[in-house]
C-alpha cells in the first residue's frame, strides 16, 4: 500500500508539473504574441485557437505511442522532456514568428503525448478493483486544479515584475523537474515487445513539422479544421450504419449528447481570449479583500476558474451522492440543462459589466461573480461527453469515439477563439476592443448558451425514449449478451 501511495503522488506530482506549464502560458498568451511576435489582437487569439485544437488533436496519436512503441512510463518521460525543451525554448527569448511557432509545436506533441499515458499510469497502478479508486481520481483531479491555479496566479505576476523569460524559465524549470520524477516511476505495464527504435524519431519529427506547418499559417489551419470535422461527420456515420442494430438507438442519443458537451468547449476558450482582454481593458487592476488592497494581473483572472471548481467539486459530489442514495440521481441531460443555464448566466453578468465599463473601469468582484458560475456550470457538463460515450457506445467503438470526442473538443476551442475576436474588431492599432465589443461578444454568447439550455430541456424527454428503447433492444437483441447500465433518470 505505501508503494501504491507513492507512485500515485509521483503521478500527481506530474500532472501539476504538465498543468503548470499549460495554464502559465495560458494566462500570458495572448499578450505574450502580441508583443513578441507583431501580431494583432485577433491573430494572437487564432494562434492560441490552433495550439488549443492541437493539443486535443494530438493525444489521439500519443495513446497510439504509448500503446505500440515505447509503453506509458518511457512516453511520459519523452513527452516532460520535450515539454521542458518548449518552455526553455520561451525562457531563451526565441522570438518572430516561425521561432515561436516551432516552440509551440514542441509543446503540442509534449502535452499531447502526454495526457493519454499519463491517465494510463494511474489507470493501471489502481486496476485491480481497489474500493478506494474514486478517491484516487478525485484527488488525481485536484492536482490539476492546484497546478493550474499556482500558475495562473505565479506567471502573469512574474511576467510583470521578473520579464517574460524568466517566469518562462520558473515553467521550464517546474518541468525539468517533472521529468526528473518521471524517471524515478516504476513500469506499471509491460513495455511492447520491440524497444524503441528510429521509428520514434521519426514519428516526433513529423508531428512537431506539421504542428509547425498548421501554427504558422493560420490559412492552412482552418482547412485542416474543416477537414477533421468532416472527416469525424464521417466516422460517425460509419460507427453507425456498422453498429448492430441493438446499439443504434443509444449511438444516436450519445450522438445528441456529445454534442452539447463539445460545445462547451466554445465557452471555455473565452477564458484564455475575451474575458482575459476584457479583464486588462476594463477592469480595476486591484481588489479589496481582507481589509487590503491587492494588486491583480489580467491573467491572475483566469486561476478564478480552477479556485471555484476545488470549491464546488466536493459539494457536487456529495450531492450526487445523496440523490443517488435516495433513488433520484440526477441525469446526464439535467446536468447539462443545469450548467448551461448557469453558463448563460455567467456571460449575462459578464455583458453587463460591460455595460458598465462605458464609465471606466468595473470593479473585479464582476470577474469573480462571473466565473463562480461559469464554473459550476463547467463542472455540471465538463466530463460528461466521455461519460455518455462509456455508457451508450458498442465496446469496439468505445477507443475511436473518444478519440473523435477529444478533436472535436478540439475544433470548438478553435471556433471559440474565432468567436472571441468579434470583440476586437474595429480594435486594431490600440490592442484594446470597445466595451461595445464585449457587450455585443458577451451578450451572443450568453444567447447562445441560453438556446443551447432550452433546446436541452425540450430534449430531456426525447432522451428518456431513446434510452428506454436502446434497452430494450440491448436486452433482446439475440446478437448480444451486454447488460445495460443503470436506467437513464
Same mark, same amino acid.
Given at each position: 500500500m505505501e508503494a501504491r501511495r507513492r507512485i500515485f503522488l509521483r503521478i500527481a506530482t506530474l500532472e501539476l508539473c504538465e498543468r503548470f506549464g499549460f495554464y502559465g502560458l495560458q494566462s500570458v498568451s495572448i499578450l505574450y504574441f502580441v508583443k513578441t511576435m507583431g501580431l494583432s489582437e485577433q491573430g494572437a487569439i487564432m494562434l492560441w485557437g490552433a495550439f488549443s485544437a492541437l493539443m486535443f488533436g494530438v493525444p489521439v496519436l500519443g495513446g497510439w505511442l504509448g500503446d505500440r512503441i515505447l509503453g506509458a512510463r518511457r512516453t511520459v518521460a519523452v513527452a516532460l522532456a520535450l515539454l521542458a525543451t518548449g518552455y526553455t525554448g520561451l525562457a531563451s527569448g526565441v522570438g518572430g514568428a516561425a521561432g515561436i511557432s516551432l516552440v509551440l509545436a514542441v509543446l503540442v506533441c509534449g502535452g499531447g503525448i502526454f495526457k493519454p499515458n499519463i491517465t494510463s499510469l494511474l489507470r493501471h497502478a489502481f486496476s485491480d478493483g481497489d474500493d478506494r479508486l474514486d478517491i484516487v481520481f478525485t484527488i488525481y483531479y485536484m492536482s490539476i486544479n492546484i497546478g493550474a491555479t499556482i500558475a495562473a496566479l505565479a506567471i502573469p505576476f512574474l511576467a510583470v515584475h521578473i520579464g517574460w523569460q524568466a517566469s518562462f524559465g520558473v515553467s521550464s524549470a517546474v518541468l525539468w523537474a517533472g521529468f526528473a520524477v518521471s524517471l524515478t516511476l516504476p513500469a506499471t505495464t509491460p513495455a511492447p515487445t520491440g524497444a524503441a527504435d528510429r521509428r520514434l524519431w521519426l514519428l516526433l519529427a513529423a508531428g512537431i513539422g506539421a504542428a509547425f506547418t498548421l501554427l504558422h499559417y493560420p490559412t492552412l489551419a482552418r482547412t485542416c479544421i474543416w477537414i477533421a470535422a468532416t472527416a469525424i461527420l464521417l466516422?460517425?456515420?460509419? !460507427? $453507425?450504419?456498422? /453498429? #448492430?442494430?441493438?446499439? *443504434?438507438?443509444?449511438l444516436k442519443l450519445s450522438f445528441a449528447l456529445q454534442a452539447e458537451a463539445i460545445l462547451f468547449f466554445l465557452f471555455n476558450q473565452q477564458i484564455a481570449t475575451s474575458l482575459t482582454g476584457f479583464a486588462r481593458d476594463h477592469v480595476a487592476g486591484t481588489i479589496h479583500m481582507a481589509g487590503m488592497d491587492w494588486i491583480v494581473q489580467p491573467g491572475q483572472f483566469q486561476s478564478l476558474n480552477n479556485l471555484w471548481i476545488l470549491i464546488f467539486?466536493?459539494?457536487?459530489?456529495? !450531492? $450526487?451522492?445523496? /440523490? #443517488?442514495?435516495?433513488? *433520484?440521481?440526477?441525469?446526464?441531460?439535467?446536468?447539462?440543462?443545469?450548467?448551461?443555464?448557469?453558463?448563460?448566466?455567467?456571460?449575462?453578468?459578464?455583458?453587463?459589466?460591460?455595460?458598465?465599463?462605458?464609465?471606466?473601469?468595473v470593479s473585479p468582484w464582476w470577474m469573480v461573480a462571473g466565473y463562480a458560475l461559469f464554473s459550476l456550470g463547467e463542472l455540471l457538463i465538463a466530463a460528461l461527453g466521455l461519460a455518455v460515450i462509456a455508457r451508450y457506445a458498442p465496446p469496439d467503438a468505445v477507443g475511436r469515439l473518444m478519440g473523435c470526442f477529444s478533436v472535436l473538443g478540439g475544433l470548438a476551442s478553435y471556433l471559440g477563439s474565432l468567436v472571441a475576436t468579434d470583440a476586437t474588431y474595429g480594435a486594431a492599432g490600440t490592442g484594446t476592443a470597445s466595451t461595445a465589443g464585449y457587450t455585443h461578444l458577451f451578450g451572443n454568447l450568453a444567447a447562445l448558451a441560453a438556446i443551447v439550455a432550452l433546446a436541452s430541456a425540450l430534449f430531456i424527454p426525447f432522451a428518456r425514449r431513446m434510452d428506454a428503447h436502446w434497452r430494450r433492444a440491448l436486452l433482446t437483441s439475440p446478437s448480444t449478451d451486454e447488460t445495460p447500465p443503470e436506467i437513464l433518470p
Open positions: 466516422i460517425w456515420i460509419v !460507427l $453507425y450504419r456498422r /453498429a #448492430a442494430p441493438a446499439w *443504434r438507438a443509444g467539486a466536493p459539494c457536487l459530489a456529495a !450531492l $450526487y451522492h445523496s /440523490a #443517488a442514495r435516495k433513488g *433520484r440521481p440526477i441525469s446526464v441531460p439535467i446536468r447539462f440543462l443545469c450548467g448551461f443555464v448557469l453558463l448563460t448566466g455567467s456571460f449575462i453578468l459578464w455583458r453587463t459589466a460591460a455595460l458598465a465599463g462605458a464609465a471606466g473601469p
